[in-house]
């Protein structure tokens, strides 16, 4: 059995001095979300046949005033029910995730942070058999720091008959500094 979860992210509020979590969701969002819905049903639904009946039975619920006044939460189960509805599938669930509160600037590590975390370079060492074994917590901005950092970690490696580049526990990160350590 399949099932078909659609998230609604564009119920979010964008304007600068907007509350994270608006009273009610505005008309062009609520006609974003919908039209969103049918494409996304158009493209991959699992019974095509049903779409049409669908995004039907969304757009006339948002003409008919259906979705008008609600708060985001109350509109996505207002759009869930509409779904199973007209659908008949049991498997439809709409959510309704608010933007993060915690600020990009508050969010970011300051070039003191990371390097006191050795920019995401974790254990280094030599294995039985010649082998050096380098865990990569995450990946760092590359600068001139992290560079040099880099730099000397795999310069240490250089002289091992086989390296392991551990990633087991790496979130991820910057992408230059993936190219970096590649080369």
Sequence with gaps: MRCTF???????????????TPATVEKSERDSVIEALATKLSAGYILPEAVGR???ALR???SAGEYDGKAPQEFADAIGRTLRNASHDKHFAVFYQPAPTVSPEAATLSVEQRERLNFGFGKLERL???VGYLELVNFSDLRQQSAETASALLSTLANFDAIILDLRRNGGGNT?????IAT
């Design 6 to 20: 659609l998230f609604v992210a564009a119920l979010t509020a964008t304007a600068l001095g907007q509350s994270l």
């Design 54 to 56: 669908i995004t039907h």
């Design 60 to 62: 006339s619920a948002n």
């Design 128 to 130: 039985r058999g010649n």
């Design 176 to 180: 230059p500094m993936v190219a970096f």
